[in-house]
């Protein structure tokens, strides 16, 4: 995916930012509500490039949905002519047969589709910017286009529109939409600050209000129930300035703390109200919560989020909702819309494997102990090739099928950690049935309790906090990973 190369130098210039410090028990006070429920996903272009076994392959890891990039300028390369619905879907200038054959792929699979819109075309930039940034689709989009894109999408995957390759036949439902990629980082959207009075001062976050703005009401417009999602923040940011056109430097990403008090009327650590006369319209709010050295990783910077930081976002949103400054006034769901970990092998500078897997089962736990609702793992599939500079190698099968450690850590996660004064046994089920959770005494397993659980459901229990060791859980003859504490 286009927009996931150019995390490359976000994360490089990330592991200057960030120290290793212990996070070993989430702050209640920093803890959303824990979820009900807890949906696994991914996103990758393995379904489209690498064969058809891939969508069974992904269902087999128990995720249950998948997030598809809307290059904003594949679909709509040319402006709308004149005379035309700028928000009809069968107008001549959009393209939308590659992005419906890719919906369609999912069709019947109990996969849900959710779109990134992302990347503007150059008739739908403001002018000024740098080549670079113009090239990138990330100079000034415009926000009305935008949400006409938005009701053109939202209208052509009403699960009521007719297919053109398949006369008789309607189109898929498309119920969520994720309004930009990483808007905090100026390869997304720039400028990111401005010069006001002889000092620099936040531009992107109030230019990405009016863009989020616009298509919430385009999304909303077709289906009331349809799902709106912010950018999802990249987690680390630099000092303000301008931006060098090399894309390092300060200026160039704004942190995702600061960015989203900007964006939602709220001003410094004790979040002072500001006037806000057009407040954010979103139902979901969104985070990429990368970091340097694994999900217990605190971000050095009050205003950087790392995986066990997500407290400092939802603070501001809560602040946010109960002053009427993210509308409508009501619950926002909280998703990580990515990050992953690559392994060796195949990158000989990863984590192993047996790392890789223990990361990704032990950021599900953190993500949903602070209210994470989905979260959305990159790659299904190691990428092909074996340069370790471009190419990314973080997904739970090997590029030719043979699924890694991760894949049951993703399918059937469980984690055995302190939070506060208890430990807790965490995981989700991938069988409906009793889950039997063990503990090894000797060369033997002792059963600590049993539960019953749905097919993809959590389950939670405290546990003696004086237990250490191995522990695992067993379902109908599916056992998970060893758990070492």
């Keep these: 995916m286009d927009r996931l190369g150019a995390n490359w130098w976000a994360r490089v210039a990330a592991t200057l930012l960030a120290v290793s410090v212990w996070a070993g028990a989430l702050l209640a006070s920093e803890a959303h509500a824990a979820p009900a429920s807890f949906t696994r996903a991914f996103t990758d272009d393995v379904w489209f490039t690498g064969g058809q076994q ?20 594949s679909v709509e390369p040319s402006a709308p002519p004149p005379g035309v619905d700028p928000a009809d879907p069968a107008d001549p200038q959009y393209s939308f047969s590659e992005l419906d054959g890719r919906i369609k792929v999912f069709a019947g699979s109990g996969l849900s589709v959710a779109l990134l819109v992302t990347d503007a075309p150059a008739w739908a ?29 939202a209208r052509r995957y009403s699960g009521s529109y007719p297919d053109p390759a398949s006369p008789g036949q309607m189109l898929p439902r498309v119920k969520y ?20 009075g002889g000092r620099l001062v936040p531009f992107a976050p109030g230019w990405y209000r009016n863009m989020l703005n616009s298509f919430y009401s385009g999304i909303k417009s077709v289906h009331g129930d349809n799902q709106v999602i912010t950018t999802g923040f990249g987690p680390y940011g630099d000092p303000a300035g301008a931006c060098l056109s090399s894309g390092f430097g300060n ?21 002072k ?17 990368y970091e340097v ?59 192993s ?33 074996n340069d370790y500079n471009v190419n990314y190698f973080s997904g739970v099968y090997f590029n030719n099928g043979k ?29 409906g049935g009793t889950v039997t959770v063990q503990h090894q005494q000797g060369k033997k397993w002792k059963t600590l309790f049993k539960v019953h659980a749905r097919a993809g459901s959590v389950f939670v229990r405290d546990v003696s906090t004086g237990l250490t060791g191995n522990f695992r859980a067993s379902v109908k003859g599916e056992t998970s990973l060893v758990w070492k504490r």
């Design 54 to 73: 891939w969508v069974p392959r992904t269902v087999a890891t128990g995720a249950k949905m998948v997030l598809l990039e809307v290059d904003w300028v």
């Design 125 to 153: 930039e403001g002018p000024g910017g740098t080549a670079a940034e113009r090239a990138q689709g990330a100079w000034e989009p415009n926000a009305t286009a935008l949400g006409q894109l938005a009701t053109a999408l």
């Design 177 to 196: 939409f994720q309004a930009w990629a990483e808007a905090n980082f100026t390869v997304h959207l720039a400028p990111q600050w401005v010069k006001q």
């Design 251 to 271: 200026g160039c990403r704004m942190r995702p703390a600061e960015f989203a008090r900007d964006l939602l009327c709220l001003q410094g650590p004790g979040l």
């Design 273 to 289: 109200l500001q006037p806000c006369p057009e407040p954010a319209h979103f139902d979901v709010l969104a985070m990429d919560p």
């Design 293 to 351: 050295n694994g999900p217990t990783q605190h971000a050095y910077n009050v205003d950087d989020i790392s995986a066990p930081d997500l407290g400092r976002l939802t603070r501001i949103l809560n602040k946010a909702v109960a002053t009427g400054r993210a509308l409508p006034r009501a619950h926002k769901q909280l998703w990580v819309t990515e990050f992953s970990y690559e392994s060796n092998p195949p990158n000989p500078s990863a984590v």
């Design 353 to 385: 494997l047996a790392t890789q897997a223990r990361w990704l089962e032990q950021s599900f736990y953190l993500f949903w102990r602070q209210g994470v609702s989905t979260a959305v793992w990159y790659l299904v599939s190691d990428q092909p090739g």
């Design 403 to 431: 699924p890694k450690p991760s894949f049951e850590a993703f399918r059937f996660p469980l984690v055995v950690m302190p939070s506060g004064i208890k430990l807790v046994v965490w995981g989700i089920s991938p069988q």
